[in-house]
């Protein structure tokens, strides 16, 4: 019994390991969201976007690729005022 539960847990530590998100950050200041690991290739970066989908950003275009868990969440850079009437 104690030879599963350790199985278990050292099996859901490897998997929690693998499940990173990483933010884009491109030089717009769009931001964009990716499944995985974004790796250089041919002067792009390549990784599977939010959906799952190969995709891809020219390298010229990034201004910095960081995990999710180290990005903050980006506040407007005015307030617009509602409408008066």
Known sequence: MKKMALMLLVGLAVLCGCAHTYVITLDSGQRIST???????????????????PTF??????????PASMTEEQKPMFNPQPKTK
């Open 57 to 66: 950003v020219p390298a010229g275009r990034v201004r910095e690729i960081a």
């Open 35 to 53: 499944a995985s690991k974004p790796r250089l290739e041919n002067g792009r970066y390549v990784f599977k976007d939010a959906a799952g989908r």
